[in-house]
């Protein structure tokens, strides 16, 4: 990749930015649009919108791991086109197949599949482009902007995405979420690239997967911080199963304050993006990580806490607390990999850390189900708050306990004859 000036690096920066923010939106917008394709038009039962749902988490757990080797491989840039445009052919698909008289719940698994992997692919190498074309001492602050971009997607897309579901139906407002893709692949064709690896003498995909892995576990705080994300991710995954049935079946709330309630967690990643880089300036990365863990802890137990009115106002506070704290670990833990990962691994240290942590998210719905079936929901979401203190106690186990700050000039651990066995 060929080195730019501040200036450069600055309008590279928001052609990057912009890109993300446009799919994002698309995305959120198809996040609505694509269950409502699946109940309105083909009448999915509830199992099918289950593996639907399912389809666009498998990917994680998949091609997580090769997926570092993969981005390491091929060209940056041209691996982010790839993608996008490959999700493209895949939403228009549907539109495609409905006009055709064709459409059915197994092909909206197909695509969902299809945008998964894709998105994997893509998120992998979003974040290994991203210290190319930032500065280090930029890197929390623009880590936080676009956590606060998600989250503001995530608030708006969804209202948008219903609005133009009722004017236009389901399946054509599909071809809002392909147009995005499109328009980020255009952006980013437009960015600098990066010549992709000699396919002469290269090691085998398995010998530098196992080179990610073992980078990463042996690492005295990037590993800790994968382990602490893998317990969050795990309690996302079943509060994400279990709220709506939850609200709905417990609480008997009513659609419009459902959805009012569930903008929390928008609303809460929102804050704590905005928030980020002040509180980690004052009490330091690594502190900070343990109090934010804490506080997301107690964000976890209040939300399924009262009844009735009360249980409300402890829902939405409980998830804009729990969401806030998470999206501290989120920017510092993957700010901090960013600056302390060899560029030359950095793919790979993504990609392992994905595997693991958002592998965790799937699993942890399943469970939760299960656990909501036998104890019901408010029990669950009481021993998944449980759950959650794994975070911080990670990081208290960890050698970065009693630092202010995370430290850089770290490595990981000294390979022994048994672990490479």
């Known amino acids: 990749m060929k080195p730019t000036g501040n200036g450069g690096r600055m309008g590279v920066f928001w052609r990057w930015w912009t890109a993300g923010t446009t799919s994002g939106l698309g995305s959120a917008v198809g996040a609505v649009a694509l269950p409502l394709t699946a109940l309105t038009v083909l009448h999915a039962s509830a199992f099918e919108m289950?593996?639907?749902?399912?389809?666009?988490?498998?990917?994680?757990?998949?091609?997580?791991?090769?997926?570092?080797?993969?981005?390491?491989?091929?060209?940056?840039?041209?691996?982010?086109?790839?993608?996008?445009?490959?999700?493209?052919?895949?939403?228009?698909s549907v539109p495609l197949a409905w006009w055709l008289g064709a459409l059915t719940v197994a092909q909206l698994?197909?695509?969902?599949?299809?945008?998964?992997?894709?998105?994997?692919?893509?998120?992998?190498?979003?974040?290994?482009?991203?210290?190319?074309?930032?500065?280090?001492?930029?890197?929390?602050?623009?880590?936080?902007?676009?956590?606060?971009?998600?989250?503001?997607?995530?608030?708006?897309?969804?209202?948008?995405?219903?609005?133009?579901?009722q004017?236009?139906?389901a399946v054509p407002t599909l071809l809002v979420d392909a147009v995005s893709y499109i328009a980020s692949a255009a952006l980013l064709r437009s960015l600098p690239s990066r010549r992709a690896e000699p396919s002469t003498g290269r090691p085998p995909m398995a010998e530098l997967i196992r080179q990610g892995w073992h980078f990463v576990v042996r690492h005295p705080v990037i590993g800790p911080g994968m382990w602490a994300a893998t317990a969050v991710n795990f309690v996302c995954g079943a509060q994400h199963a279990l709220f709506p049935y939850y609200l709905v079946r417990e609480l008997h709330a009513p659609p419009g304050l459902v959805g009012a309630l569930l903008a929390a967690d928008g609303l809460g990643t929102l804050i704590g993006?905005?928030?980020t880089t002040r509180f980690t300036d004052r009490f330091g990365t690594a502190r900070?990580?343990?109090?934010a863990g804490f506080?997301?802890?107690?964000?976890?137990?209040?939300?399924?806490?009262?009844s009735g009115t009360t249980a409300y106002l402890a829902f939405g506070a409980g998830t804009l607390i729990f969401a806030g704290a998470v999206v501290v670990l989120s920017v510092t833990n993957r700010t901090y990999r960013q600056t302390a990962s060899p560029p030359e691994l950095l793919s790979r240290v993504i990609a392992t850390i994905k595997f693991v942590s958002w592998g965790a998210i799937p699993i942890g719905g399943v469970v939760a189900g299960a656990l909501a079936g036998a104890v019901g929901a408010r029990t669950t979401l009481f021993l998944f708050a449980a759950v959650s203190v794994c975070a911080p106690v990670a990081w208290l186990l960890s050698p970065v306990r009693g630092l202010r700050d995370l430290p850089l000039d770290v490595a990981p651990r000294r390979a022994t004859a048994s672990t490479d066995a």
Do not use: E
């Open 295 to 306: 506080v997301g802890v107690g964000g976890a137990f209040l939300l399924p806490a009262g």
């Open 50 to 92: 289950g593996l639907i749902s399912a389809a666009g988490y498998l990917a994680y757990l998949l091609i997580s791991l090769p997926a570092g080797v993969v981005v390491q491989r091929l060209p940056l840039r041209g691996t982010q086109v790839g993608a996008d445009l490959t999700r493209a052919v895949a939403v228009t």
């Open 288 to 291: 900070g990580l343990v109090i």
């Open 109 to 165: 698994m197909a695509v969902a599949l299809v945008i998964g992997f894709a998105d994997v692919l893509f998120d992998v190498a979003n974040q290994t482009f991203l210290p190319h074309i930032v500065p280090r001492a930029q890197l929390q602050a623009r880590n936080s902007l676009n956590s606060g971009t998600h989250a503001a997607t995530q608030l708006g897309g969804p209202p948008l995405g219903g609005v133009a579901v």
């Open 273 to 275: 993006a905005v928030l």
């Open 167 to 169: 004017a236009f139906g």
